[in-house]
């Protein structure tokens, strides 16, 4: 038996509780008004954590240079948040957490080397696309453990503990189809039927977060799309340039009417009053109180009142929560990763689908990191598919397979 067919069984069982399904009759935003959790995840279980991490150990030899193959941007953000341990707030919480990301960061470097491109990636899609099948039947037939209740009646959840989970494991699962089918070696029959079950549930979860940031994705993929012609993508750059402009002048010039055609009001489902409320709480430790700590328990109480619930779950930004947890500068660190990471991708010559891969997920993932609490670098399935495809797309330039981008 090769080392290949033992690793990727492990893989599969993490990457299933990765994905942090749950299984509850009521959902989390309607739990934390009554002071509840329904984030059942054995992502959550230390025993799963630990033992997730202990059998990837025997295969750590094959993850390589971290630095060569991740960049330098995600490894100094790695390491930032391993000093937060000398001055954390909540050193257990921070450990665990910790133990967590770096097990993510294991299982993207060695999987990429022991599986290869095509199975790393496939077994991801496979994963994803079972969930997303039960998902999807459950909520069809109105089982309660696979849709919003309260204010959100009706609408899909899957068996994941919110719509705002469920929304953006969809994109991701929707871009990784469309842009990486070459990749994947999926027949394209196969490829359109999942992305019509995708698109269909991403509207029925009503997700605002996932709508926007996978339509985000899906306009950066479109500037990196693989015409050879020089001209032509040129001009289709300066097309989705300037619809891109005129969207965001749109927002700048009356936001509310922008929001409303998103389905949000003017605060954002109240993540603006929360957020006002804490902003000046990241200002306040400059380092901030340790990774994963989500600005310790003034911020949690701050959270409770802003929003009126017995439990409060983060602030719902993953900038903010970043600012709280290590600093502002640590946000400016990670968007200076996105963004030259984009700039990279335009000024390559290269055409390939994996570029325009990981343009999208870039691009996805800094726009739920802007509504959302498992954003920027906190251990997550966006986070995880995101270090995944940039290990592939770096150690494809470094054999230059495809042409390098900066």
Request: glycine share 10%; aromatic share 10%; proline share 3%.
């Amino acid at each position: 038996m090769s080392i290949r067919s033992v690793f990727i069984l492990p893989y599969a069982c993490f990457l299933a509780v990765l994905a942090r399904v749950t299984w509850s009759p009521i959902d989390s935003e309607q739990a934390s008004f009554l002071g509840l959790t329904t984030d059942y995840s054995l992502l959550n279980s230390k025993l799963v954590v630990l033992s997730l991490a202990a059998i990837l150990l025997p295969f750590i030899w094959y993850a390589g240079n971290p630095v060569k193959r991740l960049g330098i941007f995600p490894c100094t953000l790695i390491t930032l948040a391993i000093i937060s341990v000398a001055w954390t707030y909540n050193i257990g919480q921070t450990l665990f957490s910790l133990t967590l990301m770096l097990t993510i960061v294991g299982y993207a470097l060695v999987s990429t080397r022991l599986l290869g491109r095509r199975l790393a990636l496939l077994v991801v899609w496979l994963i994803a696309t079972l969930i997303i099948v039960v998902s999807v039947v459950l909520a069809a037939i109105g089982d309660a453990h696979a849709i919003m209740g309260g204010n959100h009646g009706g609408l899909w959840r899957g068996i994941f503990a919110h719509k705002n989970s469920f929304g953006p494991f969809l994109g991701a699962h929707l871009l990784i189809s469309m842009l990486g089918r070459r990749i994947l070696g999926v027949p394209l029959v196969v490829i359109w039927m999942v992305a019509a079950i995708d698109l269909v549930a991403i509207v029925a979860a009503g997700s605002s977060t996932a709508l926007l940031s996978l339509a985000t994705g899906l306009a950066v993929a479109a500037v990196l799309a693989p015409f050879k012609v020089r001209g032509l993508r040129n001009l289709w750059r300066a097309i989705i340039g300037a619809v891109a402009c005129g969207m965001v002048a749109f927002m700048v010039i009356d936001p509310d009417s922008a929001l409303s055609l998103l389905g949000r009001d003017a605060t954002l489902s109240n993540r603006t009053v929360m957020w006002s409320q804490v902003y000046p709480l990241s200002l306040s430790h400059k380092l901030g109180t340790g990774y994963a700590t989500g600005g310790g328990a003034q911020v949690s109480f701050e959270v409770q009142k802003a929003v009126h619930r017995k439990d409060a779950q983060g602030v719902q930004s993953g900038y903010l929560n970043l600012a709280l947890e290590l600093g502002w500068g640590t946000v400016v660190l990670f968007l200076s990763w996105g963004i030259f990471t984009l700039i990279g991708l335009f000024r390559s010559l290269g055409i390939s689908d994996g570029k325009a891969l990981v343009g999208a997920l870039m691009a996805q993932h800094l726009v739920i990191s802007f509504s959302e609490s498992f954003g920027c670098i906190m251990p997550s399935w966006s986070l995880y598919i995101l270090l995944l495809v940039v290990v592939l797309w770096r150690d494809l330039q470094a054999t230059n397979v495809e042409a390098p981008a900066a």
